[in-house]
Structures are given as C-alpha cells and as structure tokens.
C-alpha cells in the first residue's frame, strides 16, 4: 500500500505505508519489541505471536505442548504468557584461569570423547580446544540431569562447543533409534543455521565415519518439499533450523522425525528468547516435549551466546526441562563481553550524515594503505540505508574491491552465494544490516565498521565480534553524530565497555563533493531511505536514551544535505502531516515540509485513504515501530525491484504485513 508524498516541483511520490504507519504513531515507542529492525524475510522472524494472546485472528497457543504446569502472567510488554512457575537451580560454573587444560588426548583417554569423534576433530589441526569448549563438552555430555547455558566471547568456538557432545552423543546411542533425530540446534538466522551445518560437514569430510550421523537443515526462504524430501531420505540424527521452519516441518512431521531427541541447542540463545522468537521457541519445546518417547522432560536444552547472563534463566524458563542448570561461564562477571583483541574506535561527527562521509574516508584510506588487500565489514540500520550505502560505497570502490550487499530482502540463494563468496575473498567490503551480526564466520576480517548505532545494544558486541575470530587481530570503528552520543554511554553503564579510541570528524568540502557524487540513488528513494532511518531510530529512542527531539531532525536532516540543499525538508502533504497527527509538533516541523498537490492528485489522496482505512492496524495499540520499519521496507521494496518483488511473490508477503499487524 503506497502513500502519497509531494517534493519540490515533482508529480506526488509513492511511499511506503510504514512512512505513515511510523508517524502516525509517533507517540508509540516500543522500545522492546520493535528494537529488532533487520529481518530475515520469512516467517522466522515475521510469524511470531501465534501462539500469543488471541485477538480473533491469531492462532492461540495451543497448552498441549506445554509439559509444565503454567501459571499465567502478565509481563512488562503487555503479552499474555504463560509461565512455568518453578525455575531450576541455577549453578553457576565462573571462569576460573587456574583450571587445568582439557584436551582432546585427555577427553579422549577419560572416555569422554570417542576415537572417531577424536580423529576428527585432530584433523582440524587446532592447536589447542577455546576455552568453551574445555569448559563445555564433559558437562554437556554426563549423565546428570541438568540443562546448559554457555557464555563464551565472539569468534570462540561456541559452535564445536556444541557440536563436539552432539556427536559424541550420537555415537554413544547409535544403536538406539538410529533413523531419527536425536538432536535440534536453532538459530535466528538461516543463514547462520546453514553455516553451523556447514561446520558439521566439516566434521564428516574429517572422518567419514561419521557420515552415519546424518544432518539436514530446515530453513526459511528454501524449498519446503526438497527439505522434506531429505528428511525422507537421509533419516538424518541433526537437524539444524530456523524457528520458523522448524514448526511448519514438527506440526506435520513431528511422530515421524522427532520423537526421539535427546538435545535441542538455541545458538544465539538470548537473541531466540527475545519477544518475537520466544513463543516459536516455547511451541517448538512444547511439541518436542509431548512428542518424545521418553519422557516429556527428557530433552537437555543448551543455550549458547557470546551476551548472556542471569536473567537468560527466567526468559527460558518455559523450554527447559531439567531441575538443574549450569551457567558455564567464560567471561568474568565484570568483564566486558567485547572480545578484548578489538581494537575499538568511535569517530563523533556534528551531522548525521557526516557519519557516511566518515566511513568513505576512512575506507578509501585504509585501500590505499593496505594496497587494497582490505577484507571489512560495514554494518547500517536499515534494509534501504543498507542498499543506498552499498551503491555509493559501489561507486566509490568497485573498481578496487568486490562491494557486497547483504541483508534480509536478498533472496535466499543469493545470501547464501554471497556468504560463500565473503568466507572465501581474502578481501572486500560486506554492507549488511544485523541480519549478519550474530554467528556469521568470515575469516580474516580486518575491520568492523558500522554508520550508527545497532538494532540492540547486544548487537554492538556481535557486530564487532565479526573480526578478531579464531585467535585473529581485528579493528572496529563506529561512526556516529553526537546526538547519537548516549549510545556510547549505555554501552558503558550496561555492557561495561568503553570505547577507549574517540575522536571528532570534519568532512571536507571535497570528500562531499565526491560522495554527493556517488550517490547512485534518485531523490525520492532518498526520502524513503531517511525515512526508514527515522523510523529505526525512533524505535531505539528509549533504550538508547536519545532526545526525540534532537536526534529525529538530525537524522531527518541527511535528507537535506545528501541533496546538496541542506535547508530541504522530506516533503510531505498538509494532509499527510495531519494524518499523521504531526503537522502541530516541533519536532514534525522539524523534519517534513508541507508542499502543494502538483499533478497526480486524486491517486497520492486515494493511495493515503486506503492506507488510513486499515482498520487492522489503527485497532492493534501494540504494532511496534519494528514492524512499521519493515512495512516501509517492504512496500519501498515491492516497487524498487522487479527481481526483488518476485522474491515477495515467493515469500508471501501479500500477507506479510496482515501478519505483522498481527503479531503483537
Ligand atoms: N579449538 C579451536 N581452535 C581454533 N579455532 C577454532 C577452534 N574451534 C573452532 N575454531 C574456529 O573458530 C572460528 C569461530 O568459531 P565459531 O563460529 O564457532 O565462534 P562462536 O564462538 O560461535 O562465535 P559467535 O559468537 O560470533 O557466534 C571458526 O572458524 C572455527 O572453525
């Protein structure tokens, strides 16, 4: 659904529903639910709420699947749940530097490790085990009944950590139930759970032996029948999905497949507990729980991230089984959860868009100094913010550099190209929103960089933690305008770190005139892309503490300057504005420049009545700014891509937004 919006002697453009949705409710912010403002495309991240409070057009959780007694609750965001009323015994294993190393010999000769499993492992020619996995691998795997949480810095090793007691497991019961599976690792990402698949391989190519040990994935965005296909086929031991999937796939084939399983990992587990996974994961437990052939408590749940900590417990109350759980901790309860081999920086400008200049420069130069043999990541807030920073930077550097873009409105089979292609180029620059902030590998990345703040304060730590992986250096800079400055104070008083490097940035008249000149997008996507990036903002206004009214004009302000005209307003109708129960706000005025009707009349008024009559969204309190931004992506996408709209097409989004309206 578009809307119309009116710039300076131009026909009436076409925006995307979201622009108005975002306003219209600038009263609301959700800071909670609506932090999230990347997007995975599919229903692992669009579909929650299903099982949530039913309005009439939700399904209602179905307390079949809930093993536990529940006692129901009402939270801080106004959802119903319905919560375990017991917790299990927190036992807190802290980092101790004075433990003595395990090995894979000494796991190997204690009988923990089987020889195959060992030989395999070996082969990887590691020098040693991370410190998670010597911490983690015997606990997992004795006998006594408790569930895992697991804390270990970015670039670790978590993934072994898990994946080493799985196959361990599967060796030591592969006699029993040998066709189905035995163990389920989710994660919020497909391209993160096609990955950790990958890394099983990596473990069947060391010892074929292995092989036995079947894995399939199940994610978003591919093929439902193929998957099930190899379902059929493979009988796999693994499955590794998204949350998504993985129900369509156990509410059709959960007798089938997955009565047998002894383990379910949630990697990323504080990003899958969040609101908006945490009831796809509660019904995913509570399927796996009543179907299992044991018993309903039987399934040990591991929980992995490199940002964890106590209150982890209380958000996976209801998924896990066990009486006990030990909290393995490798990080010291004050130290920061920021690999420490990052070299951090933060680069201050006046303006928000002297944040994108800032990156130009900086990138330019750090080409020159390392004769192009620059391998680097730049994280930005939205899906459009993330295209137009790719065409620019593509202006810029493609004659020198592979410039790769990379986030939720990629079609599958191209994501997954474009990870293969950046794990294996020694150099090259990945534009990507959080959709690869967390769990993604690339090797040998010298530099995080990212143009303002992330979708969460915890994604500061994962969007860093994309280099100085596996024992490497790496850099991170953070470009940011001072009004984004509270960001930087959050991160010290709630995440305890401090970004030692700061200085001031400038941009010169020249390095302006270039990027204007790059600038490969028409002014009014340009008033999309600033939209979306108002939107975002507004949506972390709370939880990063910003002014509302100083950081929403500055950032409304890019529109201006990246138009070379820095008086220009984003141009809006009178009535638009009304609408939007802005055209009296400061901060409205602020921002949007009421304008004439000049052509096109009756089509912009008809495209914003019918975005006014969506009664489903004006009646839902609770829609989140989240959803608003994805909408504006999604409605700006639909027309900017023909490619990309087939891709809708493909994905359902015709109902996409219905659901979104839904969710909360
Ligand atoms: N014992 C080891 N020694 C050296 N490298 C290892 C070891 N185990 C795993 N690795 C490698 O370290 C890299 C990072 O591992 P992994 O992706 O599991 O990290 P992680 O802790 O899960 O990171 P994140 O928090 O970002 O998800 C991988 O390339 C992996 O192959």
Redesign the pocket.
């Known amino acids: 659904m578009l809307t119309s919006v009116l710039i300076k002697g131009r026909a009436p453009l076409l925006v995307g529903r979201s622009f108005s949705v975002l306003l219209k409710n600038c009263s609301r912010v959700n800071c909670e639910v609506s932090k999230r403002l990347y997007h995975d495309g599919d229903r692992d991240q669009n579909n929650f709420g299903r099982y949530q409070k039913n309005d009439g057009n939700r399904r209602p959780r179905n307390p079949r699947f809930n093993s536990r007694p529940r006692t129901r609750s009402r939270d801080d965001d106004d959802e119903v749940h319905f919560d375990k009323s017991t917790f299990s015994k927190l036992i807190h294993v802290p980092k101790d530097e004075n433990s003595k190393e395990v090995t894979l010999d000494s796991l190997l000769e204690e009988g923990v490790l089987d020889k195959e499993l060992h030989k395999a492992i070996t082969r ?1 020619e ?5 410190p ?2 010597q911490k983690t691998i015997k606990p997992i795997l004795s006998s006594e009944d408790h569930d895992v949480i697991a804390r ?10 898990f994946l080493i007691p799985i196959f361990q497991h599967l060796i030591n019961t592969k006699l029993d139930s040998q066709y189905m599976v035995k163990a389920v690792i989710v994660a919020p990402t497909r391209d ?1 759970a096609l ?1 950790i698949e990958a ?1 099983v391989k ?1 473990i069947h190519d060391m010892n074929y032996g292995l092989k036995k040990f079947g894995c399939v994935s199940l994610v978003g965005g591919t093929d439902f029948r193929a998957a099930m296909d190899k379902m059929n086929k493979l009988r796999p031991n693994i499955v590794i999905a998204t949350p998504g999937r993985l129900i369509d796939v156990l509410e059709r084939t959960s007798n089938k497949f997955f009565r047998f399983v002894d383990y379910k990992v949630l ?2 587990a504080d990003r899958l507990l969040e609101i908006g996974f945490r009831d796809d994961l509660e019904t995913i437990s509570g399927i796996l729980n009543e179907k299992n052939s044991k018993s309903t408590d039987n399934i040990k749940t591991l929980l ?3 940002t964890l900590d106590d209150k982890v417990q209380k958000l996976a109350n209801n998924i896990m089984n066990k009486k006990e759980c030990l909290f393995l901790d490798t990080v010291d309860k004050n130290e920061p959860e920021a690999h420490e081999r990052i070299d951090q920086s933060v680069v201050i400008s006046k303006k928000f868009a002297d944040n994108i200049f800032a990156a130009v420069e900086h990138i330019k130069k750090q080409i020159t100094e390392r004769d192009s043999n620059y391998k680097a990541i730049i994280f930005a807030p939205t899906v459009k913010f993330t295209s137009f920073l790719c065409g620019i930077l593509q202006n810029e550097f493609k004659k020198k550099l592979p410039i790769l873009e990379f986030h939720g409105k990629i079609t599958q089979n191209k994501r997954t190209s474009i990870v293969k292609r950046f794990k294996k180029d020694e150099s090259g620059i990945l534009v990507c929103t959080d959709v690869g902030a ?4 690339f ?1 040998n990345v010298h530099e995080v960089l990212q143009v303002g703040v992330p979708s969460e304060l915890a994604n500061y730590i ?1 969007r860093i ?2 280099t100085a ?3 490497k250096e790496g850099a991170s800079v953070l470009f940011i305008c001072k009004d984004e400055l509270p960001f930087v104070k959050e991160l010290e008083n709630v995440k305890n770190i401090t970004i030692a490097k700061q200085e001031t940035y400038e941009p010169s008249e020249e390095i302006k005139t270039e990027v204007l000149e790059a600038l490969s997008q028409e002014a009014e996507d340009l008033s999309d892309v600033i939209v979306s990036l108002i939107s975002s903002y507004r949506s972390c206004i709370k939880e990063y503490r910003f002014s509302e009214r100083h950081i929403l004009p500055e950032i409304a302000s890019t529109y201006g300057i990246l138009s070379n005209d820095p008086e220009l307003k984003i141009p809006v109708s009178r009535r638009f504005l009304e609408k939007l129960g802005l055209s009296r706000s400061p901060i409205g005025r602020a921002m949007f420049e009421i304008r004439d009707y000049n052509g096109n009349k009756d089509r912009s008024e008809n495209s914003y009545d019918d975005e006014d009559s969506d009664s489903s969204f004006r009646s839902n309190s609770n829609y989140s700014n989240r959803n608003r931004n994805r909408d504006h992506d999604d409605a700006q996408y639909g027309r900017d891509n023909n490619n990309r709209r087939s891709f809708s097409r493909n994905n359902d989004n015709n109902s996409y937004s219905k659901r979104n309206n839904n969710r909360y």
């Open positions: 990887m590691f020098a040693s085990l991370t998670v996995q270990a810095k970015t670039g670790t090793g978590k993934t072994f950590a993160l990955q890394e990596k990697d990323e992995f991230s490199a967390r769990g993604m590998d090797p994962h933690g994309r992986r596996s024992g």
